[in-house]
Each structure stands twice: as structure tokens, then as C-alpha cells.
């Protein structure tokens, strides 16, 4: 059975993994953050294409609410994460 | 008839997005690869939007794609401004 | 299950979708590794847009693509050869060092996260087989009249899950309450050039206009407080870039009240709720759509305000600092 929905939703498996892997393992600590945030979007890519019904009939709205939440609080937790290491170099500097 | 028209006009943008992506590909320094893209998107979009705006059911989603594409107009000529601007000054200053 | 065929327009997004996660990620360059991300996040929405979920692709292409890049790029800026974006040689050489320590550890890594893959696809295969679990979508569209809106995701939002949402309003001033106790905000940018200020002029009142849009709107249409706070801000980086030191911040304690007003608003009107009788948040259908609106208002300055302080990385500075401004952009 190979629908759009399907591919879709292996791509997000994929992009989980390609995110994992540069969160794990590189040194520098932005291609980490850019790697946490592209494994989000791996796993927000799966809900929604869960979320799919076919064309002209209406998706499940409760994935689409789940995702719109999770968004935000990624973009929050990115910019909390560049505060600290915005502080961490300015302290680093210093000492 | 319309349906015609309105292809023709998508098909002639696309013409002018690939012709400005194989000028950003192939072209050889920033400013001639600037000109390339935002000349070519700007018109390619133009067409795109004016082929849409065919099949568009009333005259309220045709004034949203005008916008559209006057807001694309204006943020590319700016942008590329500004990459441009950008550019030279580091020229001039090395 | 409604099977879809595959058209050429998926199978083209779903290689670009994988080609950009893969450039973005394996780039040593930050720079373009952020600028890939960016271009990541606008064909992840367009991939929405063809599954029918305009509200996330909104979102996604404004607070994913737009609002982040704009975020790790000043970040950029900041530091560009900082332990951020890694200092070029003693990064290359330190890599050079663990390529040829830790092969085993990449390769075990590298296992592991292929196996977290084949478990996602099968935990996505049993998924697909049991067909779609429709109890939940049902009862959200039996009880969509109720709810004082009738755009399915925004009654979830702001009426059936309401508290989640609080919450996550919560987790945003958590947020940026630790942004702010973490330093001043980061050097402004140079006064804008003719061309950039005149683009300014008009652009930053439109996109006022149309966060005020979305928010009216996200009642029936796709829209509401997160796409429309993302847009305001989205303005206000806009009015940062030009070279506005505060970027149209309220300085002081209306600061304060405005970052404190989705929580703020949420909780005054539920525990109104309370007082009249009503469970928390619970509200009366005739008021729903009112109060529902209410507090989208608040929740979109709230965020706005979040994310501009998120980009600024910092209270504004006062003005005596203007001789900081003075960077190249």
C-alpha cells in the first residue's frame, strides 16, 4: 500500500534519525540545536501525515493542535537555549 | 478558454523560475546571480499570480494574490539590495 | 482508509524535504547550515499545505522557518567565531582528532539512530494497519457548534484543551523569563539605508494589519494567536534590522503586563469562570466565541512579545547605549 500519507510519514522517521544523529554527535553546539530542531520537525511531519484523511475529506484537527503546540514550544526552548549560550561564552570570556 | 489562457500564463512563469534558478547555478559572480534570480522570480511570479487570478472565484482572493505578489516584489528588490550593498562594502573594505 | 495516489508534486517535496535536512546537517558551515534550515522549514510547510493542515503550515512557515532562522542567525552575528558557529581551525582539527578516535562511537550512534528509525516505522506501519482512530476527530465535530468557533484546530486550542494550552503560554514566559535574567539584549543594527527604510514603511503596517487578520480570522480559517503573534513579531524584527533599538517594545512595566497577558488573560477569565459557577475555563457557549477571542488577543501580544525578546536576547538597553550600535550589519 504506498499512499502519500505513507511517504510522508517515512519521511519523518527519516528526518528523526538525520536529526538524532547531528544532535548526538557534533562537537559545535549550533549544528546540535539545528539538529534537535529538524528531529521536531521529523516528528511533527509523522503526526501530521497521521493526521491526513484523503483529499476532500476533513483531517483529524486533535495532531494538528498537538503540532501547532509544539512548534511554539520548540522555537521557545531554541531561544532559551541561545540565551544560556549566549551567557555561557560571555562568562567564559570574562573568567 | 480561460483554463488555456491560464495555463499558458503558469507555464510561461515557470520558464522564466527556471531560467532564473539555472542563472543562479551557473552564473558567475554574486551580482550577476542576484540580478538573475530576482529579475526572473519577480516576472515569473507576476505571471504565475496573473494565471491564478484566472480561476480565482471572486474578486477578493484576486486582491489577495496581487498582494502576494507585490510583497514578494518589494522584499526580493530590497533584499537583494542589501545582499548587494552588503557585498560591495566588504570589496571595498579588503 | 482513503488511499491517496502519490502524485509527482509529493515524491518532489519529499526529495527536496530529505536533501535539505541532510545539507543542513552535514554543512560545517553554521551560516549555511541555518540558511538550509530556513529553506527546510518553507518546503515542510508547502508538505502541510498538500496534507491539508494550513494552520500548522502557517505556523511552520512563520515560527519554524522564519522566526528560528532569524534567531540562530543573530546568534550568529553575535559570535561568529565563538564556540557557536566553532572556531574554523580548531574545530576542523579537533574533528580531524575524532574522526580518527571515535569511529567506533559515530558508527554505534549512527546504528543506533537508524534503529530509532525501523522502530518509528514500524510503531507507524501497526498505526496504519489498525486504519484511523477516529474517536477523537468525531467528538471534536460533534461538539464544534458548542464551542463559539468553527475552526476545528482553534476549539481544540483555546476550548476543549484549553489547560494545555495555558500551559504552553506558561512555558513561553518560562522562556523568556530566563532570556531575560540572562543578560541585556544583544547590540542593535545600524540605521537602515533609503531603500531597506522605505520597505520598512509599509511593510511593518501591513504586517500589523495582517497579524490582526489571522487573529480575526483563525475563528473560522485557518489563523489564530500563535500564527498572528508570530506575525507581529515578525514585524517587529523587521523594525530591529532597520535599526529601531527597541523594536517597537514597550518599555518598563507595560513590558512586563504585556509578556505576562496570555497567562494572565487565561487565568482572569477562568477563574471568573469559577466564581460564576462554571467549571475552570468552562465557558458559558453563548460567551464562547467572546471569550475565546479575549484571550487569543492577549496570547498574540504575549507571544509577540516572547519571540521579539527571544531575538533582541535581552531586555532593550537604554538608549546611553547607542554607541554599541554602531556594527556593521
Known sequence: MLTAQWLYAMTGCLIVALGLRTALLHAVLLHRLIGVNVMGAGVFLMLIAVAYR??????????HALVLTGIVVAVSA?????????RLTGE???G | MIDAMSSLLI??????YLAGSIGLLRLPDLYS?????????????????AGLALHAQDLFVTLKLVLIWLAVLAASAASAHLIAQHARRREKQS | MNTTA????????????????????????ARRSVILFMAFGLVLAVAWG???????????????????????????????????????KPVRERERERTSIDVTLQLTVTLLCVAVAALLVWALAE?????PQDTLAQAVSETLAASGVSNPVTAILLNFRAYDTLLELAVLLTAVLGILALGPARPGYQAAGPVFDSLVRWLVPVLILTAGYLLWVGAHAPGGAFQAGATLAAAAVVLRLAGHRTAGLPAGQTLHLVIAAGVGMFLLVGLSLLVLGRPFLGYPPAWAGGLILLIESAAMLAIAATLVLAFLGGRPQPAAGLSGEKRQC
Request: aromatic share 2%; charged share 15%; proline share 5%.
Open chain 1, 54 to 63: 484523503g483529499p476532500g475529506v476533513a483531517p483529524d484537527p486533535v495532531p
Open chain 1, 78 to 86: 531554541t531561544a532559551l537555549v541561545l540565551a544560556l549560550a549566549r
Open chain 1, 92 to 94: 567564559q570570556d570574562n
Open chain 2, 11 to 16: 507555464v510561461s512563469g515557470l520558464a522564466f
Open chain 2, 33 to 49: 546571480r542576484l540580478h538573475a534570480l530576482t529579475k526572473a522570480d519577480n516576472l515569473g511570479l507576476g505571471l504565475l499570480t
Open chain 3, 6 to 29: 502519490v502524485h509527482v508534486l509529493d515524491i518532489l517535496l519529499i526529495i527536496s524535504l530529505l536533501s535539505l535536512a541532510a545539507a543542513a546537517l552535514l554543512t560545517s558551515d
Open chain 3, 50 to 88: 498538500r496534507l491539508h493542515a494550513p494552520d500548522v503550515a502557517l505556523a511552520e512557515a512563520a515560527i519554524g522557518a522564519g522566526l528560528s532562522g532569524a534567531l540562530l542567525l543573530a546568534a550568529l552575528r553575535e559570535q561568529p567565531r565563538r564556540a557557536l558557529s566553532g572556531d574554523a
Open chain 3, 127 to 131: 498505526a496504519f494497519d489498525r486504519g
